[in-house]
């Protein structure tokens, strides 16, 4: 049984499975809480957990999913040159909103470990949690944190955002396009901007933009509170 999971190939299936699962339940139950990115990591961990199958083995296929993060945020790009005329006109305004967005996500950061008395192993793993993982463990690798905890803090903030982005506006009355991608992809990076993608084709674009530029901020600032 083993030398059939010993393969890249079980992680991989499992994952896709997994989220196809999510898919097809999310459109059944058509409710924000089923999320297919929350059923889909919910059936992993429940599959790994039943069958007592070792995390080594489902990690040798979901590193290849891995692999895919960089080059799908990237063709983010395409929605962003659709919306070029438009980004040009509010690059001010995205790059303010981005800019208080980045600095809001460090600065909780910082004030709520100071509250709870975490170290500064701690903070340097979450300092990074609302930009894009690979930046993120970039960040946290360059101050001495732990990149699994960063992850997962990313993925948290990441399906919050998704959860989340269309109650916030409704509730702080944001109607604005822009400003609601531009707040989705400064908070919650690229699971977040799947949820701006639905909303709207604007919102997706601005969400877009924010990623980079929320990633930018974040490397530029985050030093500055570790002094």
Known sequence: MLEVLDTPLFGLTLSIAAFWVGLWVNKKIKHPLANPMIIAMSLVVLTLLIFDIPLDLYAKGAS???LFLAPVTAVLAVTIYRQRALLKSSL????LGTLAGSVASLFSIKW???????????LASLMSKSVTTPIAIA????????PALTVASTVISGTLGNLLAPLLAKMFFISDPIAHGVGIGSCSHALGTSKALEIGE?????SSIAISLS?????????LFFL
């Open 64 to 66: 290849i999913i891995t």
């Open 215 to 223: 990633g930018i901020f974040t490397v530029l600032l985050a030093p």
């Open 112 to 122: 709520t470990s100071g509250l709870l008395g975490l170290d500064q192993v701690v």
């Open 202 to 206: 604007v919102e997706g674009a601005m």
């Open 139 to 146: 960040i946290t690798e360059q101050f001495g944190g732990i």
């Open 92 to 95: 001010l305004p995205v790059l």
